[in-house]
């Protein structure tokens, strides 16, 4: 019994995590309809840059609940910084131009930076510790789950809490929705298009960077690691729709449940369980659930 | 013992029998050519044991010259990523070797000149190897880290006639059945099925027997998903029926190689089987995550844990945190503390030169590589004695084939029939050492490579463990 609700947790876990990475990418191509490749790789910046900050300035220097906090927001600050450079140098020429050379843009980003982490953070894994075990487990049952994991979860809901009360509750949200459905109309009404696009791709970097900054302490910070959540990324965005921040948080929700039973009960068809759901989603809905 | 007094004893070694040999020619064809000979006599610690050994080198005119120009040799390792925790420490002990001789006058008066290119999946690797092959023209080749790549560089190599020592990539499908009848090729580290069924033999002797899990366990087990990782939980598995015939295999998970960072699924299934054992043979960055999530979820508290490779990468890469008392793997080859630095200097000062030069401990690879650049090196030097010159690759392969020597692991030999080479099987028990800051492998397990390796009249490695009666205990 006990078993069932970590099986739960599990895949609201690797929701949480997908639907950060989701929501970024979302935000992105909503406004900007830019499919950024490199957001798995601003993903493990944020995570590198926190592992790096936790293991050369210590985690004593965080006392508290600061341990939780200040690594990974400096870590998506770092992100944001990135994406507010990379925006008006990089893509911003590309906006006029067929979407090619945005994904040649982005794929190139994304495997610079992967040559960056090699120079900056070196070849090894960067793994820390302390701030997951700091937190100890809970007992379910009989069974032990990783408090920092509920951490993560939690993050995960409060995110998607934060952006919708963002954009559907703010003003700021309201002009950034009203672009996303009519680039022109409303640069007619006298929104600053440039600089909403910055604003929204710094956004939706800095949700990837967060990300990472929190999942860094669970996992590690690898090369390739970014890639891989990028497929899933994509996973979630075609099952969930294009654009839709919606679809991502349910598409995200479908993606960790399946895995997770997938894993459960099917662990030699774990991968193509997902893949398949994807290609249902395609064939009935090629818009995805909640796209337009 | 100094890299000087073990080149040495290698040297005596190849002089002996390459003076041999060149004598024997010499007196069957005729009047041999010019020669100086001139002998040193340096003093080696074998066994623990100092020993006087008299070293020949015979210097004169030779049928062939040797070719102008540094020895070009190709190496491809990990350098990124999870699987760098395996291909680096190999890297270093390759550029280890490489230096130590060329500072004393490389081989045959020649340098060698290392190339280096990354290993990465199949299709990259490959491409890697050609190119090294027919643009750099290279001489030699060394290295490669993943089972995944040996089956698919072997064949190439041998088409491309270049001389290869594998340093690690130790599936048996490689001279089962990718290279069947291998000429140019070799392999340096214990075959996989040595490695799984170390594993399966440890896990009798350190838990079985001691009462730690049942006679009849229930196990599950995670591996990745390829050669490795199949082969692992296929041979573990049976050879733990064989000696445990009501042993029950539970499902197993797995999960593609460096394709997963968050185990949490995998983990809690195996938790949810209520097993008494979990086999683990993940491995680089994907073990590092795996324990440390699995900590968090209490497994080790619920099984034993017995795994091939928890000490295969760079030893400091698995913590403190690393939880005592389960069996650590170490891919059946070397753990840097053995064999005893005192009782054997040889590893001592491998270990000790390592440290200085890389500031971290040697792994298996590395002292593989380590190994495997000496073994070029003598073979070269022997059969350039026998030939009178600057020997082919064709001259180099014969002695390669029944070439055996002292590793800081100890004695490894090559076996002719399949060109693998053996040494002994270490497995152990995870601990700590208030000498190092990292986990390490607390009680050390060596067992003879013959009583977990097939036997040469075996065409497969499978066809042996099958053979096994049941209740077989090696």
């Known amino acids: ?292 | 013992m100094s890299g000087t007094d073990r080149r040495g004893f290698l040297k005596a070694v190849g002089a002996g029998v390459g003076g041999l040999i060149v004598g024997g020619l010499a007196g069957y064809f005729g009047a041999p050519p010019k020669e100086v000979v001139k002998t040193e006599t340096v003093t080696t610690t074998v066994g623990g044991a100092a020993q006087t050994v008299t070293k020949t080198v015979t210097v004169g005119q030779t049928a062939r010259p040797t070719p102008s120009g540094p020895i070009k040799l190709g190496s491809q390792n990990f350098f990124t990523g999870p699987g760098a925790l395996l291909g680096l420490p190999s890297a270093y002990g390759t550029r280890m070797a490489v230096k130590e001789i060329n500072d004393a006058g490389g081989i045959l008066g020649r340098k060698i000149e290392l190339l280096e290119r990354d290993e990465g999946p199949s299709d990259a690797t490959l491409r890697e190897f050609r190119k090294l092959v027919l643009e750099d023209k290279i001489d030699y080749y060394m290295g490669l880290i993943s089972s995944g790549n040996t089956p698919t560089v072997g064949p190439e190599a041998e088409e491309n006639k270049v001389l290869t020592l594998f340093v690690d990539g130790c599936t048996d499908i490689l001279f089962e059945r990718a290279v069947p009848n291998p000429f140019y090729i070799f392999r340096i580290t214990n075959i996989q099925s040595s490695d799984a069924i170390t594993a399966a033999v440890g896990t009798m002797k350190l838990l079985v027997d001691r009462g730690l899990i049942p006679e009849n366990p229930k196990i599950t087990g995670i591996h990745p998903d390829y050669a490795y990782g199949r082969l692992i939980h296929d041979f573990y598995n049976t050879a733990m029926q064989k000696m445990l015939p009501d042993a029950e295999i539970l499902d197993q998970q797995f999960p593609g190689l460096f394709k997963v960072t968050d185990f949490s699924a995998q983990i809690t299934s195996m938790i949810q089987q209520q097993p008494d054992l979990a086999v683990v043979s993940l491995w680089g960055g994907d073990y590092v995550n795996w324990y440390k999530q699995a900590i968090g979820f209490g497994l080790f508290d619920k099984m034993k844990v017995v795994t091939t490779l928890t000490f295969g990468g760079s030893p400091q890469a698995v913590g403190k945190d690393h939880p005592t008392g389960h069996v650590g793997g170490v891919h059946a080859n070397y753990w840097f503390t053995n064999p005893d630095w005192t009782l054997w200097p040889l590893n001592g000062e491998f270990v000790k030169k390592f440290k200085d030069m890389w500031d971290e401990y040697p792994s298996f690879e590395a002292e593989g590589a380590y190994v495997g650049g000496y073994m070029l090196k003598d073979a070269i030097e022997i059969a350039a004695q026998e030939v009178g010159g600057y020997p082919d690759d064709e001259e180099v392969i014969p002695v390669l084939e029944t070439y055996s020597t002292y590793g800081p692991a100890g004695y490894i030999q090559v076996r002719k029939k399949n060109h693998q080479c053996y040494k002994n099987a270490v497995i152990g028990m995870t601990g700590t050492s208030p000498e190092y800051d990292f986990a390490v492998m607390s009680e050390v397990l060596v067992l003879p490579i013959e009583k977990v390796s097939a036997p040469a009249e075996y065409n497969t490695s499978k066809q042996w463990l099958e053979s096994w009666p049941v209740g077989f205990r090696p």
């Open chain 1, 1 to 292: 019994m006990f078993i069932y609700i970590i099986f739960a947790l599990n895949a609201l876990l690797f929701a949480s995590v997908l639907f950060l990475l989701t929501a970024g990418l979302n935000i992105i191509y909503g406004v900007m309809r830019i499919i950024n490749l490199a957001h798995g790789n601003l993903y493990a910046l944020g995570a590198y840059v926190t592992a790096w900050v936790l293991l050369t300035v210590g985690y004593q220097a965080f006392p508290g609940p600061l341990l939780y906090i200040v690594p990974p927001i400096i870590g998506a600050m770092v992100v944001g910084l990135g994406a507010l450079i990379m925006e008006p140098t990089l893509l911003r020429p590309m906006y006029k131009r067929i979407e090619e050379f945005q994904l040649l843009i982005t794929f190139g980003v994304l495997l610079i930076l992967e040559d960056l982490f090699l120079l900056l953070f070196g070849p090894y894994p960067l793994s820390v510790r302390e701030p997951y075990t700091f937190l100890g487990v809970s007992q379910i049952g009989d069974l032990s789950y990783p408090n920092y994991n509920f951490l993560v979860i939690a993050l995960g809901f409060i995110i998607a809490f934060a952006l919708w009360f963002f954009l559907y509750k703010t003003k700021f949200g309201i002009i950034l929705r009203a672009t996303s459905l009519d680039r022109e109309m409303a640069a007619a009404m006298g929104v600053n298009v440039k600089s909403l696009f910055t604003v929204s791709f710094v956004i939706g970097a800095m949700i990837a960077g967060l990300a990472g900054g929190f999942i860094v302490t669970k996992d590690t910070a690898v090369l390739g690691m970014g890639i891989e959540a990028l497929v899933l990324a994509f996973v979630v965005m075609v099952i969930g729709g294009l654009g839709s921040m919606k679809g991502a948080f349910v598409g995200a929700l479908i993606v960790g449940a399946v895995r997770q039973i997938g894993t459960a009960y099917f662990p030699e068809i774990e991968l193509a369980i997902l893949w398949l759901i994807a290609a249902i989603v395609l064939t009935i809905k090629p818009q995805g659930l909640f796209g337009r």
